[in-house]
C-alpha cells in the first residue's frame, strides 16, 4: 500500500496529462489545470522541505561543534535576519507583516531585505561565479593541449570563436576583400555556430530528448521507482 | 628556471586580474560585428505593432547578471521605445528583483511609463515548465495578484491579456533550468507565441539549433557579446558595450596561454624522446 | 544618514567581494565565512519569496478571501503538509504521494514537450533542400548540418557494439561533436570572463571611483 498507491497515482496522473493533448476537452483539460495549480503549491512545500533541512543540518554542526562550526552559525544568523527582515517589511514592492517599513526604509536607503540583498547577497553570488574566469584560464594553460586529430578540431573551432567574437576578429580580417568574405573571423565564428555546432548540438538533442521521452514512459509505467526511495 | 605549479596558477590569475582591469580603467572604444541571431531578435521588438503587451521573463540571479542584466534593459527599452507594455515574470526568484532594478534604470530614461499601465511585474511562481504550461491556460490563476498585492483583475494593461497566446512575444533571459528552453517548448511548441530572448554564453551553443527555419526561438542574444549587440542596434551606449574591450583583451590573453601551454606541451614531450 | 548606509552598503559588497576573491591565494576564513553566509541568505531569500509569492497569493489568501469557492485547495496544502513529514523517518513514507503526483505530472509533460521541440522540430528543421541556400557557403552549411546531425545522432546509438564500416559514421559523428564543443569552450571563455568583468567594474566604479 507504501508503495503501491503512489505508483498507481503517478501512472493515473501521467496518462491523464498525456490524454488530455489528445482530447483537449472537459474534464481532461480541467483535471489537468487543476493538477498544474497543485503542481505549484507542492513545489513550495517541497522548496520548504529544501530549506528546513539545511537549517536543521546546520544547526546539527553548530550544536555538537563539528569542525567549522563557526561559520555555519554565522550561516544560520545570516539565514535568521534576511528571514525576519522579509517577513516583517517584506521585499521591494511586497509589503511584509508590518507594512513596508517607512522608518526603517528610510534610514538605510532600501528596505532592509532589499539592502542585504543588493549589498551581501548580490556580490557574493556574482563573485563566487566570477572565480570560474580564473580557473578557466588555469585550464587554458594546463589543459587544452593538442594530442590529436579530434583535439585539433575542438582547438580550432575554439580560437575561431574565441577571436570571432570579439573586436580582435573584426579588426584582424577587417581587411579581406568582399569575395573572400567566409573567411572574416565573425562571419567564419557564426558559420560554424549555425551549421557544425547546431549539428552537434541538435544530434545531442534529438538523442537526449529520445532519452527523456523513454525515462518517462518508464516512469509513468511504473518501471522506473528509484523516486520513491527504500522499501520502508 | 621551473615555476612550481602553485606559483604558475597565480601568475595566470595576476596577469587575467590585469588584463580585465586595464581596458576598464583605460577604455579602448572597439566596435564588434551584430550576428544574425542578435538581428532577428530586433526585428521581433520592431516589428510588433503598438500597444501590444510583451513578457520579458527574468529567468536568472545575480551571479549571471553581468551578461543578462543588459540584455534586459536593452529589450524593456526597446519595447517602451515601441510603445510596447511589458510584463515582468520571472521563473528565478532573484529574477524579481533582477526585474525591478531593470526597470528602475530605463525608467531614468523614461519617467512617462507608468506602473499598471506600461508595465508590471507578476513576480515569481514555481514549478518551471509546469506552470508556463498554466499560464497558458490562465494566467490569472498563476498570477492572482502583482508584486505590489494589486489583483490581476485590477491591473490596466492587463485587462486583455488572459493567457499567454494574448502577448505579441516572450523574451526569456535565461541562465539555466528552469529558463528559455521551458519558455520554448511550451509557449512557441505548444501555444504558437513567438519566443525570443537571451542566455549566458556558456549555455548559448546548445540554444542555437532552436533558432531554425521553423523559428522555436526567434534569435538569441547570447552573453554579454550579444547583449552588446543588441545595445548598438537600438543606439544604447550601454552597460555591455562598454565590457567589451576589457572582454576582448581577455580573450586575447587566453589564446595566449593555450599557446604557450602547448608550446610547453611539446617541449616537454620533444625532452621525453630524447 | 542615506549616504551613509549608501557607502557602508558598498563597503560590505567589497568586503565580500575580496573574501571571495582571497580563494585564489588559498582557503581562508573570510572565504569560508562568506561562503557560509552566501548559503544562509540564499536559503532565507527563497523562503521569504516562497512565502510571498506562492503560499500567500496562490493559497492562503484564496483560502481567507473564499474558502468554500477554494476548498479544493486544501488536497494541495494537505500534500504539501504531507510533503514535510519527509523530515520524520516514521513518517517518511507519507511524502511518497505528493512526489508521485509531481513526478506523474512532470513525467506526462516532459514526454509531449520533448517529444515536440526535441524530437520532431529538430527532425523537421534537418529535412532540409541543402541546395536551396542562395550561395555556396549556405550549401556547405546545410550539408554539413545534416551530415553532422545523423552521425552525431549515429554516434549515440549504443545499443549495438559498432564495428568495422559501422565506425565510420560514429568517427564523423565525433568529429561534429568536437567542433561543438570547441565553440562552446570558446563561449564558456566568453561567460566567465564577463562574470570577472561585471565584479571588477563594481571594485572599480563603486568602490573606488577609479573609473565613471
Known amino acids: 500500500m507504501k508503495r503501491s498507491l503512489p505508483l498507481i497515482l503517478a501512472f493515473l496522473v501521467g496518462f491523464v496529462v498525456i490524454l488530455s493533448e489528445f482530447i483537449p476537452h472537459r474534464p481532461f483539460n480541467q483535471i489537468v489545470s487543476t493538477l498544474e495549480q497543485w503542481f505549484m503549491i507542492i513545489s513550495g512545500f517541497a522548496i520548504l522541505l529544501g530549506q528546513i533541512s539545511l537549517i536543521r543540518m546546520n544547526t546539527h554542526k553548530i550544536v555538537n561543534k563539528l569542525p567549522d562550526w563557526q561559520y555555519y552559525l554565522a550561516g544560520l544568523i545570516s539565514f535568521a535576519l534576511m528571514l525576519i527582515f522579509g517577513i516583517l517589511w517584506g521585499m521591494q514592492e511586497t509589503p511584509g507583516l508590518l507594512g513596508s517599513g517607512e522608518g526603517i526604509s528610510s534610514w538605510l536607503g532600501a528596505k532592509p531585505f532589499d539592502y542585504l540583498f543588493t549589498n551581501a547577497y548580490m556580490p557574493l553570488s556574482a563573485t563566487l561565479f566570477s572565480l570560474l574566469a580564473f580557473f578557466i584560464a588555469s585550464a587554458a594553460y594546463r589543459a587544452f593541449i593538442i594530442r590529436g586529430l579530434e583535439s585539433n578540431l575542438l582547438m580550432i573551432t575554439a580560437v575561431i570563436v574565441i577571436i570571432g567574437r570579439t573586436s580582435i576578429g573584426t579588426m584582424l580580417t577587417g581587411w579581406l576583400p568582399e569575395s573572400m568574405q567566409f573567411w572574416h573571423f565573425p562571419i567564419l565564428a557564426d558559420f560554424i555556430m549555425e551549421y557544425p555546432n547546431s549539428a552537434a548540438q541538435r544530434a545531442i538533442l534529438i538523442s537526449a530528448g529520445l532519452g527523456i521521452v523513454g525515462s518517462s514512459l518508464r516512469i509513468i509505467l511504473g518501471i522506473e521507482r528509484s523516486y520513491l526511495g527504500g522499501e520502508k | ?274 | 544618514m542615506i549616504s551613509f548606509m549608501n557607502v557602508f552598503g558598498i563597503w560590505i559588497a567589497a568586503f565580500f567581494t575580496i573574501s571571495i576573491f582571497s580563494f585564489l591565494y588559498k582557503d581562508n576564513p573570510f572565504y569560508k565565512l562568506s561562503e557560509q553566509i552566501f548559503v544562509g541568505l540564499s536559503a532565507a531569500y527563497w523562503l521569504v519569496y516562497i512565502i510571498y509569492s506562492i503560499m500567500m497569493p496562490n493559497l492562503f489568501t484564496k483560502l481567507i478571501e473564499d474558502f468554500s469557492g477554494n476548498a479544493i485547495l486544501l488536497i494541495p496544502a494537505g500534500l504539501g503538509l504531507m510533503m514535510l513529514m519527509r523530515l520524520h523517518p516514521k513518517t517518511q513514507w507519507l511524502s511518497r504521494y505528493p512526489i508521485s503526483i509531481m513526478i506523474g505530472t512532470t513525467a506526462g509533460i516532459s514526454m509531449l514537450r520533448y517529444m515536440k521541440s526535441d524530437i520532431l522540430e529538430q527532425v523537421t528543421a534537418t529535412m532540409i533542400n541543402p541546395f536551396s541556400a542562395p550561395d555556396a557557403a549556405g550549401v556547405v552549411g546545410n550539408l554539413l548540418l545534416i551530415i553532422g546531425t545523423v552521425t552525431g545522432v549515429y554516434f549515440f546509438y549504443f545499443s549495438k557494439k559498432q564495428e568495422g564500416i559501422f565506425q565510420i559514421p560514429s568517427k564523423i559523428g565525433i568529429w561534429f561533436l568536437m567542433v561543438s564543443f570547441g565553440a562552446t569552450f570558446g563561449y564558456t571563455v566568453m561567460a566567465r570572463v564577463s562574470l570577472l568583468i561585471g565584479r571588477l567594474e563594481f571594485l572599480l566604479r563603486d568602490w573606488l571611483h577609479i573609473i565613471t
Open chain 2, 1 to 274: 628556471m621551473k615555476l612550481t605549479a602553485i606559483v604558475e596558477r597565480r601568475i595566470i590569475y595576476s596577469v587575467l586580474l590585469l588584463a580585465v582591469a586595464l581596458p576598464l580603467i583605460f577604455p579602448i572604444g572597439w566596435t564588434t560585428e551584430v550576428s544574425d541571431y542578435t538581428r532577428i531578435v530586433y526585428e521581433l521588438v520592431e516589428t510588433t505593432p503598438e500597444d501590444k503587451v510583451v513578457i520579458v521573463s527574468f529567468d536568472y540571479d545575480p551571479s549571471t547578471m553581468t551578461e543578462l542584466q543588459p540584455m534586459a534593459e536593452a529589450m524593456i527599452e526597446h519595447a517602451w521605445k515601441r510603445n510596447q507594455k511589458v510584463i515582468a515574470t520571472a521563473l528565478w526568484p532573484m529574477g524579481v528583483q533582477m526585474a525591478e532594478q531593470a526597470f528602475t534604470k530605463v525608467l531614468l530614461d523614461y519617467p512617462e511609463k507608468k506602473r499598471g499601465e506600461d508595465f508590471v511585474n507578476l513576480g515569481y511562481k514555481v514549478g518551471g515548465m509546469v506552470t508556463v504550461q498554466a499560464m497558458g491556460r490562465n494566467l490569472m490563476e498563476v498570477y492572482p495578484t502583482d508584486n505590489q498585492n494589486t489583483a490581476y483583475q485590477d491591473i490596466p494593461m492587463l485587462k486583455n491579456v488572459r493567457r499567454l497566446k494574448d502577448v505579441a512575444w516572450i523574451s526569456s533571459l535565461s541562465s539555466g533550468v528552469p529558463g528559455i528552453k521551458e519558455w520554448m517548448m511550451v509557449a512557441r511548441d505548444n501555444y504558437q507565441v513567438p519566443v525570443t530572448g537571451g542566455c549566458t554564453a556558456i549555455s548559448a551553443p546548445g540554444f542555437f539549433p532552436y533558432v531554425n527555419e521553423q523559428r522555436q526561438l526567434y534569435g538569441l542574444l547570447g552573453g554579454l557579446k550579444g547583449a552588446s549587440e543588441y545595445e548598438s542596434l537600438i543606439g544604447r551606449l550601454g552597460s555591455a558595450t562598454t565590457k567589451m574591450d576589457a572582454q576582448s583583451i581577455a580573450h586575447l590573453l587566453i589564446l595566449v596561454f593555450i599557446g604557450l601551454g602547448n608550446y610547453r606541451a611539446f617541449r616537454n614531450k620533444r625532452r621525453q624522446n630524447s
